[in-house]
């Protein structure tokens, strides 16, 4: 027994030591959905802060495709060494209760921190004839299948919003037209091609103010400052919650060292003024969680979407 305690001893300083040099080469953030997006648009602000407060480049790589599983995978098995980073989003903790069998193990990812979370809204092209939540359930009620909504991909937060909000308002029947990510989605919103979108709200606020579509409602707990007008969903839904959160995970057995070196990094980051102003600017609500801290949040946004695949019966494409 006294020497396994010696061995883990050892081992616990060499990782210190190690991560006191880190890093000395660029490090990777891998993002496992298209460009352009909020999932694509949040590591860029902080590889920026972290390259310059190290002196590395800090490269965002996008690896898109299975609803965020390839570019997982990637991650997944590479080297443990924190020069391989995966944007950590929602499908992290919902892919395992919606894929029977996944390449990688979810849990076995090292947590660095969750850098914030973005409400989700419900949007409408303005030639639906609903203006608030109520009457779009009216109109949805009153003719069945005539709506398509849009999302970022089969198994994101956005379809299972909205999956959770026709099963919440009494079973409505809208039919999903998933997208490749957030972007795609919301260009054919607004075109006219689909009639509604559950969307992240930073890329969509400029679209909402100019009236090129219309915000119904918000996935928040409460009205957000930046559209306050804007109710939440759970004002006509009650508990209706559904929000985006952007995090960063590491291989499975990255040092705990290198993980609390990223995640504060990110932290400091997030203290930057200009950070925040760009986080205010995308709706974004800065979170900076320690590794410990998004451990637990991970399990418990797992049960949460658990239960949400399981009462609406999502199924992968």
């Not at 928040?220 to 009650?238: D, F, G, H």
Request: hydrophobic letters at 45%; aromatic letters at 8%; glycine letters at 8%.
């Amino acid at each position: 027994m006294p020497g396994r305690i010696l061995v883990s001893i050892a081992l616990f300083l060499a990782a210190s030591a190690w991560a006191q040099d880190y890093p000395s080469r660029a490090i990777r953030i891998i993002v496992p959905f298209p460009a352009a997006g909020m999932a694509d648009i949040m590591p860029r602000i902080f590889a920026e802060k972290l390259s310059a407060k190290w002196g590395q480049p800090v490269i965002v790589e996008n690896r898109p495709g299975a609803g965020g599983n390839i570019g997982a995978e990637a991650v997944y098995r590479a080297q443990p060494d924190g020069y391989t980073l995966l944007s950590a989003l929602p499908p992290l903790v919902i892919n395992p209760s919606l894929y029977k069998k996944l390449a990688f193990d979810p849990m076995q990812f090292v947590p660095v921190t969750v850098m914030c979370a973005v409400p989700n809204v419900l949007l409408a092209h303005p030639r639906v004839p609903a203006d608030s939540v109520q009457e779009l359930i009216a109109y949805a009620r009153a003719n069945p299948d005539k709506l398509n909504y849009a999302s970022q991909g089969n198994g994101t937060t956005a379809h299972l919003a909205a999956e959770l909000f026709k099963s919440m308002a009494g079973g409505l029947k809208i039919s999903h037209v998933p997208y490749s990510g957030n972007a795609p989605a919301l260009v054919d919103l607004l075109s006219g091609r689909v009639e509604i979108m559950f969307g992240n709200l930073g890329p969509s606020l400029q679209h909402v103010r100019s009236g090129k579509v219309k915000a119904l409602g918000v996935g928040s707990e409460k009205r957000i400052a930046s559209l306050p007008n804007v109710p939440a969903l759970s004002e006509t839904l009650p508990g209706y919650v559904t929000i985006a959160w952007f995090g960063v995970v590491a291989p499975p057995k990255t040092p705990l060292p290198i993980a609390e070196k990223l995640s504060a990094a990110f932290a400091e980051a997030l203290k930057l003024p200009d950070v925040r102003q760009r986080l205010a600017d995308l709706s974004a609500e800065p979170i900076g969680y320690t590794p410990a801290e998004m451990a637990a949040f991970l399990k418990q946004d797992a049960e949460r979407w658990r239960e949400v695949i399981r009462s609406a019966g999502v199924k992968p494409d």
